[in-house]
Nanobody, 126 residues
């Protein structure tokens, strides 16, 4: 089992920044992948960013490229999402997710992940 706990959400003005954190505990795997997803009210969950734990390779959705950055801290078993130049449309609940094995080209699919955190609310005021 892997437990994921997100933190760092909150209310911010458009143009501002937030950094989300995801703490992983329990059984962890060197070959796994981590992702961030978000879900706005009335919308489907969407992929935001992913990182392959072993290599550190990162992937970002087009909608956040250049503004958001996913990173990890191996020693602390933490994953971060630095969000800059926030827009009103970034308002959503953000979820951290972990896959036991890196899913390759399916990293953007929610179904590729085995564990999910409880989510943290990000609200961007316009």
């Amino acid at each position: 089992q892997v437990q994921l706990v997100e933190s760092g959400g909150g209310l911010v003005q458009a143009g501002g920044s937030l950094r989300l954190s995801c703490a992983a505990s329990g059984r962890t795997f060197s070959s796994y992948g981590m992702g961030w997803f978000r879900q706005a009210p009335g919308k489907e969950r969407e992929f935001v960013a992913a990182i392959r734990w072993s290599s550190g390779n990162t992937y970002h959705a087009d909608s956040v490229k250049g503004r958001f950055t996913i990173s990890r801290d191996n020693a602390k078993k933490m994953v971060y999402l630095q969000m800059n130049s926030l827009k009103h449309e970034d308002t959503a609940v953000y979820y951290c997710a972990a896959s036991i094995v890196w899913s390759g080209s399916a990293y953007w699919r929610g179904s590729a992940y085995d564990y999910w955190g409880q989510g943290t609310q990000v609200t961007v005021s316009s």
